[in-house]
């Protein structure tokens, strides 16, 4: 494993920075860590989790969401939101399997529509769905109804089908 030892900050350019703010915060249950300007800010910075590391313990991990046409620092230098193609494929966070159910349940709720996903190849389990503004979002969690010994048979599986589907393009 090299150096990385978790996310430190993620940042999304926001086409609403009020509409993005909430829905992170409402539905992810991330927490306000700071925002600039006070009011009418350009850039919100969300707590996701504190890690156990040296910058952990004073900068947790973030989603930043900015607004690059008013931020002074962003403006000419990103593309604004509806001029860029996405490169983004989605945001995946770490769930507890306890809170599985309990969390497409919530989403379902709210009225996000979820995709579900099992990929007993890494022994995980997950939900997907999106933001406001068409972000994919995954909450992902260990599979404990897999077995190490399917997850190894299911990881040679998948990697023909993988192959096959390659196979298939060319």
Known sequence: M???RGIAEIVLNARDLGVLTRFYREVMGFTLHSQYPKTNPTIVFLSIAYLDSPLGKAHPQTLALIDPDRHPAARCKFDPPANRPFSLNHLAFEIDEA???????????LGIETTIAEFGHVRAKAIFFQDPEGNRLELICHDSRVSRADAIAADAVTDRQIQAAIDDAQ
């Not at 809170?99 to 709720?109: G, H, N, T």
Request: no cysteine; net charge negative.
């Open 2 to 4: 090299g150096a990385v």
């Open 99 to 109: 809170d599985y159910q309990s969390e497409i349940d919530r989403l379902e709720a």
